[in-house]
Structure formats: C-alpha cells, structure tokens
C-alpha cells in the first residue's frame, strides 16, 4: 500500500488505501466461502490445499510487479531526501499518537480475535452447527460488511478525521460480546459478523490512514505502520489463550462478556487520549 501511495501521493493515499481494502476484504470473502465449501464435500485437506493454492498465486502476482515502477522514497513519504535510511522500533516512543494507537488496538484485539473461533466451538460443541460451513459463513459475512465499512470509513475520513472513525469500530466489539452472550449458532451469526465486519473493516483503512498522517513528510510511514500492527498483533496473539482459558473456566457464554469488555477498555483510552489523537 506504501509503494503504491508514493505513486499517488500523499493526498491519494487514504481513497487508494479504501480501494485497497475493499478488494482485499472481497477476496477473503471469496476464499472463506470456496473454503467453506470444499471442507463440507472434500473434508479439510481440500481446504489447506486450497490456502496453498492461493498462497502460490499471491506470491506470483507480487513477482509480476515491475521494480521500477516503485518510488522507495516518495513510498516512504520523504521525496525530497533520497539519502534518508529507516529508523528504529522507537517510531512509537517518539511519536505518542501512534504509542496510543498501537495500545489501544492492541487491548481490542486481545478481546476481538478469539470470538469467531470461540464462537464457531460453541455452536460445534453444542450440535447446532457444521464446522467447516459454519466458520466459513462467520468469515463470509463478516468479510462482505467489511467491504462497505472500509468504503465507509475512507469516505468518512476525508470529511472529517479517523479519530471519530476509530472510536465507532472500538465501540462494536462491546456490542458484538453481548449478543454472542444471547445468540448462538446461526441464529447469531448475522448480527454477531455484521458488527466483527464494521469493526475491522472501518480499522483497515483508518489504521494506515492515521499513521500515514501522522508521519507524513517524515520517511517513516511503513515504518510506523509495522511498528503499530506489531504490537495489535500481540494482543491478537494472545487472545486465543485468553479466550480459550476463560472459556475452560467459566464456560462460551461469560466469555463473550469478558472479550467484549475489552473493548470498553479501548473505547476509554481512546476517549482519555483524545487530545493527543484526534487531529489526525
């Protein structure tokens, strides 16, 4: 995304970061229901081949790329210094917006990214449900609203700025623990992704958008952004283990509350931190 942004420049780079994303999300959609379906007549093998598969044709489409047509510095968001070299992980200490962007996604993914598989094993446990088709059509769902959030999202940032866009996909994971508490099986499915899909899909364009803001004219844009997935990956890391232990404890349904709460947690930082955020 960086690469093509150097080619836009920097006032493209939220629409294309939108298109992006909305292209990216139609292709996990097609894939969760190709999965899906290979799993239901062929069993799982079907379905890892099926990841190899793609994965193969990723990594061709990526070697198809002409190397001159990628700007490095104008990519890095620095055009006019073509001697400037990256810096370290210290990007987040040296600039707090984007230490409060990556902790707070860091506390909502540690609550957001155990719900589908956690929900999928209840619905599995309790016979509602066949696996593969089941998780298949949670991913579906989720990944066809995200295609919309993220169009939403970019429109909404160029009116205004990702602060109130950040704060709107936080405020959905609370929502979505509730009703996976009251739904389950397919009877929840619907509103359960609905929400998992505004969610993530309003975050994969306002994410990049708000560091490329926010480090902008600095030659640290991919840098910042790696930095920030790095540690939400933490918190997506270790939500499994959190999740799956809490459910061990106390059982699927008290869970969801648990992971939802969480969500509070980043709504209320994001909330107390606004005055250190809100201008990008």
Not at 79 to 105: W, Y
Not at 167 to 172: D, E, I, T, V
Request: glycine fraction near 14%; charged fraction near 10%.
């Amino acid at each position: 995304m960086g690469d093509r942004a150097g080619r836009r420049g920097r006032g493209g780079i939220n629409r294309q970061n939108g298109r992006n994303q909305a292209f990216n999300h139609a292709g996990n959609m097609v894939g969760a229901a190709a999965s899906g379906y290979l799993g239901w007549q062929y069993g799982y093998v079907a379905v890892f081949v099926l990841a190899a598969l793609f994965g193969a044709v990723t990594a061709a489409c990526v070697l198809m790329i002409p190397p001159g047509s990628i700007d490095h510095h104008a990519a890095r968001g620095k055009e006019e210094d073509p001697d400037s070299q990256p810096s370290g992980f210290s990007i987040l200490v040296k600039h707090k917006p984007l230490l409060v962007l990556a902790v707070v996604l860091a506390a909502f993914h540690l609550g957001n990214a155990s719900i589908v598989p956690l929900y999928g094993l209840a619905a599995v446990a309790g016979s509602h449900a066949n696996g593969p088709s089941f998780v298949a059509t949670t991913i579906v769902v989720a990944q066809a609203v995200m295609i919309l959030a993220s169009i939403a999202g970019m429109r909404a940032a160029e009116r205004r700025n990702y602060w109130s866009v950040l704060l709107l996909s936080f405020l959905a994971l609370p929502v979505r623990g509730v009703l996976a508490f009251f739904l389950s099986g397919w009877w929840g499915v619907l509103p359960v992704q609905i929400l998992d899909g505004i969610g993530a899909g309003l975050q994969s364009v306002a994410v990049p958008g708000m560091v490329a803001r926010s480090l902008n004219g600095t030659g640290r844009i991919n840098l910042g952004q790696g930095a920030v997935i790095t540690v939400q990956g933490i918190g997506a890391s270790l939500s499994p283990a959190l999740g799956g232990w809490i459910a061990q404890w106390v059982g699927y349904g008290p869970v969801f509350l648990v992971l939802g709460g969480l969500g509070l947690v980043s709504v209320a930082l994001w909330i107390g931190f606004r005055s250190t955020v809100q201008e990008f």
